[in-house]
């Protein structure tokens, strides 16, 4: 029996969890973090417990109860006792083996990978390498809480007296399994893989499969698609009631938008029975191209000779990243990167040298260092690696305009580091905002922008300002138009908050749409 369960990305904008069954075999395509309900309980300072491990986030709803599927060392004893009676709660270990033979994640934003942090880290990964290199990278320079561990994780103990779990210094690191699917690291790229971990004598390292095209006796197919974050992937699996595909997040009118066609025929020529797929912008308005923003962003750089260009952008938007740098050199500026930027650069030539050139070797690139006391380990090493491609706030303060330096409203503070950047431009170079929480931070961002006198671009809530931003997603027509392209004879709607626009649109054309609900299979 054929079967697909949604556990996240259900009327909502990601937190993608799609459980896919096949009598014994069991996959997930993604296990992101679902920030919206996320939000209806925490903030950057109110968090879940790392002393409770899946205590809260199962609580909250926040992951699905399925016993077997989660790391053993975030389970405090009589965990599951609570969770018995949930409607969807479900017993899923298996002798011998992890609880799902696989999670095929599309791509390494959070909120289709973000939930892999409470997983068993032996249920492999199935990913291309620029995902596995991105979310490594994301977590060497992002904080080191327990829920953070989506490429490696420190293992935890129970503590008998105080009844809570500790992470000790020292305790052994492991890394998740990973099935590479468009080959194993070579050559710098593996040892890099296997002990770029911060320092640990106990580091255990899981096989890494080379992809053969089959998983758990599946054939697995998968596809690079466009979308603003390097290594996005669709797939499909063969199960016993056909290919089942899966479309990750995507676009047509990035840099990778005409390998797109291929996609769609080589996904239609399956034939297949169910379509999982993404609805996040299901407006009528072609969005923005990539080259549009360049155009624009050009002009506003053109016009703003001898004075500063601060450029935001979202920090994966690798693309974004290579448009500014693209205009830096035609217009003479240096574009100036943070040290986290470097690092993904560096993590990105490794896993695709022949997409990523080492970022040493591009002539206006350059590291932005501000003063910092105590920098961390990853830190030290990126300076360290970049020392002659460094830039200081005094360089940028002398020469303003020779510069396109990448902020965002998180380094903020560092703008009163420079002087003489009044009257320079700030291209605001993301999309608006899609909640309150980010509302107010934009509104912050002005005040920032206005206090050090540089005047703000791009403001996605001025009608009358320049757009400079270019969407992730395909627009309504464009996913409707890829659907009825694939013709599945079954279309689950996710990652979307009006699944009815689907059943809409694709009445009368064949295609059976399914709204799913959260954690009742769809029996196929
Ligand atoms: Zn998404």
Known sequence: MVQITCYGGVSEIGGNKVLLEDDQARFLFDFGTAFGRYRNFFNEYLRPRPSRGLLDPLSLGLLPPLKGLYRDDLTPPNLWKRFQNLSFYREMERQGAPAVDAVLVSHAHLDHNGDLAYLDPAIPIGCTRATAFIARAMQLAGRSDFDQEVSFVSLRAWND???ALKGQSGSPRQIRACIFLDGLPEGEADPWWKSSLPASQTTLLHPQVGFQGRIAGHEVRWWPVDHSIPGAAAFALQTSAGWVAYSGDLRFHGQHGQGMERVVQEMADLKPAVLIGEGTYLEDTPPLSEAEVAEAAGRLIRGAAGRLVVADFAPRNVERLQTFLRLAGA????????????????????ADPCAFPDPLTFPHLALYADPKSAPRKWEQDVRKRWQARTVAPQHVSAGPGDYILCFSLWDANDLLDLEGIADGLYLYS???????????????LRNWVGHVGLRLEGDPDDPKAARLHSSGHASGPQLLDFVQRVHPQMFIPIHTEQPEWWEKKLAGSGIQVVRPEVGRPIVL
Do not use: F, H, T
Request: aromatic share 2%.
């Open 331 to 350: 217009l003479g500026r240096q574009l100036l990167i943070q040290p986290k930027d470097a690092l993904l650069l560096e993590a990105l030539s490794l």
């Open 161 to 163: 007296r105080e009844q």
């Open 430 to 444: 993301n999309s608006r905002a899609y909640d309150e929480e980010q509302a107010v931070d934009l509104e912050r």
